[in-house]
Nanobody, 120 residues
Framework: QVQLVESGGGLVQPGGSLRLSCVASGSIFSINTMGWYRQAPGKQRELVAVIASGDSTNYADSVKGRFTISRDNAKNTVYLQMNSLKPEDTAVYYC??????????????WGQGTQVTVSS
């Protein structure tokens, strides 16, 4: 089992920046893909960004050019740098980890979520 703990959320003005962190512990050898999802009130959870083995990345169209996902394997940590934040980025952000085997997702794990609010 993998435990994920997020931090770094908060209140920021439009145009501002935040950096989210997610530290993984436990059976981290069992995962090779980590990512960030978000869920706004009344909406479904959606993928924001993912980073796989070899550091290949994928982003939602709505955040391309503004958000950057990265990882520090020595610290078992994945980051989400969020710039040029918009009110529509307001959501609870969740860290996710799993082992990708071909097209299969194995051992999905989720953090508890961290609130990001973009408002003036």
């Amino acid at each position: 089992q993998v435990q994920l703990v997020e931090s770094g959320g908060g209140l920021v003005q439009p145009g501002g920046s935040l950096r989210l962190s997610c530290v993984a512990s436990g059976s981290i050898f069992s995962i090779n893909t980590m990512g960030w999802y978000r869920q706004a009130p009344g909406k479904q959870r959606e993928l924001v960004a993912v980073i796989a083995s070899g550091d290949s990345t994928n982003y939602a169209d709505s955040v391309k050019g503004r958000f950057t996902i990265s990882r520090d394997n020595a610290k078992n940590t994945v980051y989400l740098q969020m710039n040029s934040l918009k009110p529509e980025d307001t959501a609870v952000y969740y860290c996710n980890a799993y082992r990708a085997v071909g097209n299969l997702r194995m051992g999905d794990c989720w953090g508890q979520g961290t609130q990001v609010t973009v408002s003036s």
